[in-house]
């Protein structure tokens, strides 16, 4: 993939993420911090679907956001054909592991799988 | 080692003052680091770091290495890092550094030749490679009007970055370049810039291919090291900024 | 060829925030504020985990999570969030080519025009909003 396309995907993800972490964060703010955090608040935001979409969603694009970034500062500090192939197919894998990992918190709590 | 030389000292207008010049010296074929060799030199308030350093050689050692020609900021040659800095050694007055002792080291992110003198080999090819001329499908000698036709606003478009003399010192302060060995650089950048801007030019679609890469122009941060110590006001990182608004659709 | 061949500043240089004014210490800032941030999400995507093992799981992490230093923490990481979207808005329309000057003719002493006010006042902000929003997330965590 062309680096254009990559940074126009982090610029893209990073902006969306903005708008959504917002809501996430209101979220918390408008239920009351601590209130927010307690065990039966949780459970029912995972349950609302919507809110459980939008939490997936935000998983996707920092995954991606932050582990692109992390590959560009990885490829600044050295260089060489096969440490530049390990970072980029390290960070690849570490964006799906992350995915899988926090979609199966958000998908089994949805469905009541737990 | 701390030896005095006598500039002016026989000039009864002079106001001459001292200061203590610390040479970088290092030779990569028997030297393992760099050790400093510092000199009292006296200045006048127009003595130029330069002048200095061709006093050392003159009268103290003359092994110092040290690449310069015009003295005039014209030739790009004397590029060094003077008190922490890059800077023109030819350019920079000791009296504007406020400071009793001057360092001067060579430019870093190149390799070392000896002394303060580095290779510019890297710089001239990341130069090459983004074809730093007019790119254009017609022959001028074959078309009737034998030139081609610009306007004043379309020549405002290019003409800072085209006062570009290849010092290197912006390659010297990015902070990408620091670690990046394959990083393109904001001098060859701006020069990508330079061309693209020109209404002559139809190499547009080519160069940004060519800067497109994982270490071409997306490895720029926009912290703008490089424009604060550009000493011909070339702008690098206006260039390189302005350059990357065509691949994000923000310029056509 | 290596790095002591290439003279190469290395990433103490890079890191160096004290030679090129307030952009290098944004850019110094922003990556910092971007790994932070990294490692918080990815410990966030833990925690949050830990529901799936019941009311007692989710009730020992949150009990980690709920002291001082959990708190100071969780400052850091909001003061590193906004730090970051906000500069990070500068940069990308920076990057965009938008609000770093127009070309001219330089004039001497030179003063880069991409460096200007418009972005210093973008860095302060960022770092302003970045200790207000820290503030607030104090108030509200140590208030509670």
């Known amino acids: ?114 | 080692m701390a030896l005095t030389s006598g500039l002016a000292e026989n000039s009864p207008l002079s106001s001459f003052q001292l200061i203590t010049l610390r040479i970088a010296r290092y030779n990569p074929e028997h030297d393992s680091a760099k050790t400093f060799m510092e000199f009292q030199i006296q200045y006048e308030k127009w003595t130029t770091v330069l002048e200095a350093i061709l006093e050392v050689k003159k009268y103290f050692d003359h092994s110092v290495a040290v690449r310069y020609s015009c003295r005039q900021a014209t030739c790009g040659s004397c590029g060094m890092i003077i008190n922490g800095k890059p800077r023109l050694a030819c350019f920079t007055k000791i009296s504007e550094l406020n400071s009793n002792i001057i360092t001067v080291e060579p430019m870093n992110n190149f390799p070392i030749i000896r002394d303060l003198a580095v290779k510019f080999e890297r710089l001239f090819d990341t130069h090459h490679k983004i074809k730093p001329y007019l790119i254009h499908d017609d022959n001028e000698i074959t078309k009737d009007t034998k030139e081609f036709l610009q306007s004043p606003e379309e020549l405002e478009q290019y003409i800072q970055f085209s006062n570009c003399i290849k010092c290197g010192l912006c390659n010297s302060a990015c902070p990408t370049m620091a670690t990046d060995s394959s990083f393109v650089g904001p001098q060859a950048l701006a020069q990508a810039y330079r061309y693209v801007a020109d209404s002559r030019d139809k190499g547009k679609d080519n160069r940004l291919k060519i800067i497109d890469d994982s270490h071409g122009i997306w490895r720029c941060h926009f912290a703008g090291s490089c424009s604060q110590v550009c000493p011909k006001g070339v702008d690098p990182a206006m260039g390189i900024q302005l350059l990357r608004g065509y691949m994000l659709g923000f310029r056509s | 060829m290596t790095n002591q061949d290439e003279h190469k500043e290395g990433i103490g240089g890079m890191i160096n925030p004290r030679r090129y004014g307030v952009e290098r210490v944004a850019y110094l800032l922003m990556r910092l504020s971007g790994l932070g941030l990294l490692a918080y999400f990815i410990g966030h995507i833990y925690e949050t985990s830990t529901i799936l093992k019941g009311q007692v799981g989710w009730n020992e992490f949150l009990e980690l999570t709920q002291t001082n230093a959990g708190h100071a923490i969780l400052a850091i990481v909001i003061a590193m969030c906004v730090f970051h979207t906000v500069n990070g808005i500068r940069v990308m329309l920076g990057h965009g080519g938008i609000g770093v000057g127009k070309p001219a003719r330089p004039d001497y002493p030179y003063t880069p025009a991409s460096q200007n006010i418009r972005h210093k006042i973008g860095i302060y902000s960022a770092i302003i909003l970045a200790a207000i929003a820290m503030m607030y997330g104090l108030t509200v965590m140590f208030g509670e």
């Open chain 1, 1 to 114: 993939m062309r680096e254009s396309i990559i940074m126009k995907i982090h610029y893209g993800t990073a902006l969306a993420a903005v708008a959504l972490v917002a809501v996430h964060i209101l979220m918390r703010l408008t239920q009351g911090f601590a209130e927010s955090l307690q065990y039966d608040s949780v459970i029912t935001n995972y349950k609302f679907l919507p809110y459980a979409g939008m939490l997936e969603i935000i998983l996707i694009l920092l995954s991606i956001h932050g582990f692109n970034g992390l590959r560009v500062i990885l490829l600044e500090l050295k260089q060489g054909r096969a440490y530049e192939k390990a970072v980029s197919y390290g960070c690849i894998v570490a964006i799906i592991a992350l995915i899988v990992y926090g979609s199966r918190t958000i998908i089994m709590v949805n469905t009541g799988m737990m």
